[in-house]
């Protein structure tokens, strides 16, 4: 099985495991999509669209000095976007519905960047 | 000790489970506040006087979800609403002056969410519960008063059970599958009712039933209760299957569930080789607006003159 694989298998497992969850999509910092396990949506767009909300929320909460930032949520009628940072070079961004729980989202999360931070070689903080 | 519901008959239950018990001594205390699983994913149960007003769970759409998914009211019509009730105020009330649902039809939708949720819970029922004032966490925004008996939604939620089981085998398993349209569902002269259509479309391997119950705001035993007459008919597979064998790498262009039911589903029959098309037409399917911006481009009037 290639990388690339093992990346989609891990957003698979992902999506699996959480309820709620709909889309999964991992990226580079400046939104070139990796691998995508996604239906309806144009992962691509996704992609830079995701970089570019963590890029912002990175900005924003290192001018208002809240500590580091943890993870952007995107709380819309229907459902999430959650954006999560993978160290410094890629992110992970996840789709949900409303009935998907933010809270035990993020354990769900951390399990998932550190297997992808592996696969892809990042180091994590 | 009083209140309607409080003498059913709670021997009537084929299972003694953690949640029964603290639902009935619930009742009989007349309890006001809410039972949360701590172990679990966001459940609560809210009653008010021993009775249910609201079960908050991710396992099946809530009545806000079930009115908005199905389109019965507008994405901006609920901002407005929920607006003009402000944070405390009656969003049922105002839905129904500003005649945005009627208030029988809001009721039917209430209770049988509430159904539905307690079904969904019982699938996966947690084993600890603790109670919590009535003022801890989300406030539930379209709470029935007065509620219902948990008696009642525990008996209902168990002959659900038994009817599936009886049908289609264990309901939790059933619950935790991920259904395909099958070939049939393709072939010339099939037919399927509107219901039925929607789901096909929706049954694209990925998706659990509560996947489902979520897209098309049904209910979860409704939903179940199709796919099963569906996989009868042999238009859908729900056998628990490791993955989807056809799963999408890299920045998928097709849409299984779409392009497999166009027989099913002329009206959103699309070819293949417009994967842009197809995608907006499945996103039009799953009750989302689709990007204008490519049709617009498309059509020559960028730049505009």
């Known amino acids: 099985m290639s990388r690339q694989e093992d990346v989609v298998d891990e957003l698979r497992l992902l999506r699996e495991r959480t309820v709620g969850i709909t889309d999964c999509l991992v990226s580079t910092a400046d939104g070139m999509l990796v691998a995508a396990d996604s239906t309806g949506i144009q992962p691509e767009s996704v992609a830079a669209l995701g970089s570019v909300a963590l890029g912002l929320a990175k900005r924003t909460a290192a001018a208002v000095g809240l500590g580091s930032l943890r993870e952007v949520v995107t709380r819309c009628q229907s459902g999430y976007v959650v954006v999560y940072g993978i160290g410094e070079n890629a992110l992970l961004i996840l789709l949900g519905d409303e009935g998907l729980n933010t809270v035990s989202l993020h354990a769900q999360s951390r399990q998932s960047i550190e297997q992808l931070a592996k696969l892809l070689d990042i180091r994590l903080a | 000790m009083s209140g309607s519901g409080a003498d059913r008959d709670w021997s009537a239950f084929s299972s003694t489970t953690a949640l029964e018990g603290v639902l009935r001594q619930a009742h009989y205390e ?184 979520f897209v098309l705001g049904r209910g979860v035993y409704a939903v179940m209760t199709d796919l099963g007459r569906l996989e009868n008919r042999g238009m859908v597979q729900i056998k628990e299957q490791a993955a989807p064998a056809t799963l999408p790498s890299v920045a998928p262009r097709r849409i299984e569930a779409a392009s497999q039911a166009t027989t099913v589903l002329p009206e959103h029959a699309v070819p293949e080789q417009l994967p842009r098309r197809v995608q907006q037409t499945a996103a039009r399917a799953e009750g989302m607006t689709p990007y204008q911006g490519f049709d617009r481009t498309r059509a020559g009037d960028y730049p505009p003159s």
């Open chain 2, 30 to 213: 007349r309890f006001t506040g809410r039972l949360a699983a701590p172990g679990s994913v966001g459940v609560e149960i809210c009653l008010v006087d021993g009775l249910v007003t609201a079960i908050l769970t991710p396992a099946a759409p809530g009545p806000d979800s079930v009115l908005l998914r199905s389109g019965r009211v507008s994405q901006v019509e609920w901002s407005r609403a929920v607006d003009t009730a402000g944070e405390h105020g009656r969003l049922d009330e105002t839905l129904v002056s500003r005649s945005l649902v009627h208030g029988g039809e809001l009721d039917v939708v209430r209770i049988s969410a509430l159904f539905d949720a307690m079904f969904a819970v019982c699938l996966d029922a947690p084993e600890d519960w603790e109670a919590q004032p009535p003022e801890s966490g989300i406030e539930p925004p379209l709470p029935l008063v007065p509620g219902i008996p948990p008696a009642l939604l525990l008996t209902e939620a168990d002959r659900r059970s038994t009817t599936l089981s009886r049908r289609w085998g264990s309901p939790a398993q059933l619950a935790r599958t991920r259904p395909h349209v099958t070939a049939k569902a393709t072939q010339a002269g099939t037919s399927a009712i509107e219901r039925h259509r929607e789901i096909l479309l929706c049954a694209n391997g990925r998706r659990t039933p509560r996947d489902i119950a």
